[in-house]
């Protein structure tokens, strides 16, 4: 029997250890351990990379969130609208800022924020719209920003999940007033320990990002206001500079893993649906069966570890017990708890390791009578 690791770290420092080696060993050769120049290397060439001005540094994705919303200036109680299936960072960094935040359902195909909802649940207290590329599928910008731009309302892009992935030629992370993006190990784009970056077009909004990221100062010593200590360290970032060049490569080979799966089980469950006019970057690849839980004690049984993401929508969480939400006012993301499952997947996996899942899901769903 094969173990199948969902994500394997392993396997990828192995394609890239000397250059990881020699990277760390630079910077720690240089003490260049806090807004060295290896910061500035990786915030320029990520942005380079994405297509953006300014790309500022932070502690990781949550903070990400949350020190963009600050720079906003979001106050008290003001409401952000974001999406009901997602990973709590999201819904956390409204809360955490000072926000109110108010859930929209997701579609039953893309399991993105459902922007025909969005309208729904705008009023007069509304300040901003967080869409999250769920999975690394880009959500339905033109129609977010179109709403956005009707009700004067900030874009903050969550795109944790997304490094590299493209909404109509344009990569994801390049729409809103500002996107977050997260650096954790086992995402498209991982550091060694947690990270995460604010990326923006717009000059005032990082200078604010990266003073609030950095106890209120541009200055050593000189604190215009009150903001936290949340930094992307040096080594990090030399790390996270190599892996930026194998990102593409990465991402392809998640995209061909996909492919694969896609192939062999269209007929037997219901595959990733993915819009035309976007490229997806398979963070997760995740399937949808009616007989969830069985098949992943079954999976596991083969060696086969999978996820479930997310196993309690957001609105369910006992965090939001308080806004006493019930089942009915969120159907989609209700009905998809229950059949979502996500299967291994990551740029360094074998063929060998694909084969074997693709056969064992194959053997596991026919005995099913799926
Ligand atoms: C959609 C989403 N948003 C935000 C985050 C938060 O990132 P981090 O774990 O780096 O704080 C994550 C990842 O964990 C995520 O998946």
């Not at 969902?6 to 420092?13: C, I, N, P, R, W």
């Not at 129609?143 to 903050?156: D, P």
């Not at 997310?310 to 993301?333: G, H, M, Q, T």
Request: some cysteine; glycine content about 8%.
């Amino acid at each position: 029997m094969m173990n199948i690791r969902f994500v394997d770290l392993k396997a990828q420092y192995l394609e890239i250890r000397d250059e990881i080696d020699t990277a760390i060993q630079a910077v720690i050769e240089e003490s260049a351990f806090i807004n060295g120049p290896y910061l500035k290397e990786f915030e320029r060439n990520f942005a380079q990379y994405l297509g953006v001005d300014h790309c500022v540094g932070v502690g990781n994705g949550t903070d990400a969130l949350v020190i963009a919303l600050k720079a906003l200036g979001v106050k008290e109680g003001e409401e952000i609208v974001t999406v009901a299936n997602s990973f709590i960072a999201t819904s956390e960094a409204v809360s955490l800022s000072g926000g109110q935040v108010v859930f929209v359902d997701c579609r039953p195909d893309t399991f993105n924020i459902d922007v025909d909802e969005i309208e729904n649940h705008i009023n007069r207290k509304t300040r901003g719209i967080i869409p999250v590329h769920l999975y690394g599928q880009p959500a339905d910008m033109d129609s977010i920003l179109s709403i956005a731009e009707r009700y004067n309302l900030f874009v903050v892009e969550d795109a944790a999940q997304a490094h590299g992935a493209t909404y109509k030629g344009k990569m994801a992370g390049t729409f809103g007033h500002c996107a977050c993006f997260s650096f954790f190990p086992g995402k498209n784009l991982g550091a060694y320990g947690d990270g995460g970056a604010v990326v923006t077009n717009d000059e005032e909004l990082a200078r604010k990002v990266s003073m609030t990221a950095n106890h209120g100062r541009m200055k050593k010593f000189f604190h215009e206001f009150e903001g936290c200590n949340s930094r992307l360290d040096g080594l990090q970032a030399a790390i996270l500079n190599v892996k930026l060049k194998h990102l593409n490569r990465w991402n392809q080979r998640r995209r061909e893993i996909a492919a694969r799966y896609d192939n062999a089980f269209h007929d037997l469950v219901e595959i990733p649906r993915v819009r035309d006019d976007v490229k997806h970057v398979y963070h997760l690849y995740v399937i949808r069966v009616p007989n969830r839980d069985k098949i992943r004690v079954l999976l596991s049984e083969r060696g086969v570890a999978t996820g479930i993401h997310y196993p309690v929508p957001l609105p369910f969480l006992k965090a939001y017990e308080y806004l006493d939400i019930k089942p009915s006012d969120y159907p989609e993301a209700t009905r998809l708890k229950d059949e979502i499952l996500s299967l291994p997947i990551h740029g360094s996996m074998p063929d060998q390791e694909v084969d074997y899942v693709i056969q064992q899901m194959f053997d596991i769903l026919k005995s099913e009578g799926s």
